[in-house]
């Protein structure tokens, strides 16, 4: 039998400090490289993200940003195969909209646990859609926030617990932390927005068309990416390395070395980090692994046979 999971029977067994601990320990894990295929549409475009951990998950998400104003749908929407790695048999098919907003924001807060100042109190979050407000949540539970900046090109936009800004350049000269959660094709952040101390979790670019950080900022700040051969095909790196500022050799690490120990996180105060988050499946099969067992324990979703 394989198991049927709705989005409210996913948010209903797992939360964001589920995430945070499953993405930190995914990160750290020996496990096989995961996959990735995009598929550009007109108006947005569709990912398969695939890896192994102690089930296979497969993800198949499609993200159109202007849905919302469009059609009514989310900008995300998808779906998540999970099967036993022992012999293949098809588990559960889960909603991947839940999955997808937390564990995203999951991997920012592990990035500002290891690289952002451990006395970080201030950040700006740019773009106040759903991603802006999950990871503004997941922000304040590895950090101690005692300000929060909220920045969108909507006037009308706003995230709740978050001072709404229209200076951004402001708004980051007064932060440790900055998250940019944009479908922006062009770099909004440069090199003279830098500062010491800053961290930036930088996780709109998930397809080569988006660009959020500027090639000299990333040139200027130490790079650590989730994985390697992915941003340099998709995310800011791409566009650093495109441009010639920068080549893969140039970057700090990955998270799951830092993560290991095997590249230094944060050793001073003055540093400036930028994590490159395009999203990788280890996320998604950390998140839906959780999911699914407890789904399984309190007797919730639709069991059917193909």
Do not use: W
């Not at 989310?74 to 839940?98: F, W």
């Not at 109190?121 to 922000?139: E, K, M, P, W």
């Not at 706003?158 to 229209?166: H, N």
């Amino acid at each position: 039998m394989t198991l049927l999971l709705t989005r409210a029977e996913v948010a209903a067994v797992l939360s964001l400090d589920d995430c945070i601990a499953a993405v930190e320990e995914a990160f750290g894990a020996d496990a096989a490289a995961p996959q990735s295929l995009g598929v550009h549409a007109a108006d947005g475009g569709f990912h398969v993200k695939a890896a192994l951990l102690d089930v296979f998950a497969a993800k198949v998400n499609a993200n159109f940003p202007m849905n919302p104003q469009r059609h009514g749908l989310p900008t995300i929407q998808g779906v998540i195969v999970v099967c036993d790695p022992a012999n293949g048999r098809l588990l559960a098919l889960l909603d991947s909209i839940e999955i997808t907003i937390l564990r995203t924001a999951a991997a920012t807060a592990v990035a500002a646990k290891y690289l952002a100042k451990r006395d970080a109190s201030v950040v700006t979050i740019v773009g106040c859609g759903v991603q802006g407000r999950a990871n503004l949540d997941a922000i304040r539970r590895v950090r101690t926030i005692t300000r929060a900046f909220a920045y969108d090109v909507d006037p009308n936009a706003e995230i709740p617990g978050a001072e709404m800004t229209r200076d951004l350049r402001a708004a980051i000269a007064a932060s440790d932390i900055v998250v940019t959660c944009t479908p922006s094709r062009a770099p909004f952040i440069d090199a003279s927005h830098l500062h010491d101390g800053l961290c930036i979790g930088a996780i709109g670019a998930d397809n080569p068309e988006k660009h959020e950080i500027a090639p000299d900022a990333m040139r200027s700040a130490r790079v650590v990416v989730d994985v390697i051969e992915q941003a340099v095909t998709m995310g800011d790196l791409h566009h650093a390395i495109e441009t010639g500022v920068m080549t893969r050799e140039d970057v700090h690490g990955e998270i799951g070395d830092v993560i290991a120990g095997r590249v230094a996180s944060r050793t001073d105060d003055s540093q400036i980090f930028i994590f490159d988050s395009t999203g990788t499946a280890l996320q998604d099969v950390a998140a839906a692994s959780i999911a699914l067992r407890r789904a399984r324990e309190r007797g919730l979703g639709t069991e059917i046979a193909f």
